[in-house]
């Protein structure tokens, strides 16, 4: 049965505030990506197709993790994280929700964007939520229907959109597995009759060993 296996890219740049800043992988997320890419060696963990975004991010995570040892990899810019800094910006000029400066204020922030990003109440945004769903779920339909395992490296916002289409979940629940996902963080589907069945998430057994602890990180 097809089998897909999704890997969020390693820690970017965590001092950025805008979306071109962001996008490039830290020291640490190119040392998260290899250690995520020896354990699959390790382990056995081959894929026949590998699948990134365009953004810089998705790229530098698969080439650090090996993943071109193996496959071609395939970019596909419906795979690319939706703009979440712009949006930002856009609510806090429109409706003034300041941009928090903590990780524990996001957990208020983000469904109020992506809430108001679903109700289409930001004005200019460059994407709307319809317009990403629809390419999310066009992306994982096109790659089920591929053969052989296949490997996606992306963003934590398309995961946990992908996990809101599994789960049916509403825009807390989405919220919230947005930030848990962690850098290099691996979730797993498999294609039963033709409907996704989450089987693994958020997986981090490369970062579990206790001199690895500090490595494990969400921005």
Same mark, same amino acid.
């Given at each position: 049965?097809?089998?897909?296996? !999704? ?22 997320? $190119? ?8 354990? @699959? ?9 590998? +699948? ?13 993790? /090996? ?5 071609? =990899? ?15 910006? #856009?609510?806090?000029?429109? $409706? /003034?929700?300041?941009?928090?400066? %903590?990780? %524990? ?15 289409? *109440? ?6 709307? +939520?319809?317009?990403? *769903? ?5 992306? @994982?339909?096109? =790659? ?11 963003? /934590? ?5 992908? &996990?809101?289409?599994?789960?049916? &979940? ?6 919230? @597995?947005? #930030? *848990?996902? @962690? ?10 009759? /033709?409907?996704? !069945? !989450?089987?693994?998430?958020? *997986? =981090? ?13 969400? #921005?």
């Amino acid at each position: 049965m097809p089998h897909i296996t !999704l890997v969020r890219h390693g820690q970017a740049n965590t001092e950025a505030r805008d979306e071109v800043s962001y996008d490039r992988l830290s020291d640490l997320g $190119h040392q998260q990506a290899r250690w995520l890419g020896d354990h @699959m060696t390790k382990t056995g963990d081959r894929f026949e197709r590998v +699948y990134t975004g365009t953004m810089t991010r998705h790229l530098e995570t698969a080439q650090s993790m /090996g993943a071109t040892d193996h496959a071609t =990899i395939v970019q596909d810019p419906r795979l690319n994280e939706f703009a979440y800094f712009t949006l930002s910006h #856009l609510m806090e000029e429109q $409706h /003034g929700l300041k941009v928090p400066q %903590e990780r %524990e204020g996001f957990i208020e922030h983000l469904p109020r964007v992506l809430g108001a990003w679903q109700d289409d *109440a930001i004005q200019g945004a460059p994407e709307s +939520y319809q317009d990403f *769903a629809a390419r999310v779920s066009a992306a @994982m339909s096109d =790659i089920a229907d591929g053969q052989g395992r296949a490997l996606v490296v992306t963003s /934590g916002g398309l995961i946990g959109t992908v &996990l809101r289409q599994t789960l049916n &979940l509403d825009v807390q629940g989405w919220s919230q @597995m947005c #930030l *848990a996902i @962690m850098n290099t963080s691996v979730h797993r589907w498999q294609m039963v009759l /033709g409907n996704p !069945l !989450l089987v693994q998430f958020n *997986a =981090i057994p490369h970062l579990e060993a206790p001199d690895r602890h500090t490595a494990q990180t969400h #921005l």
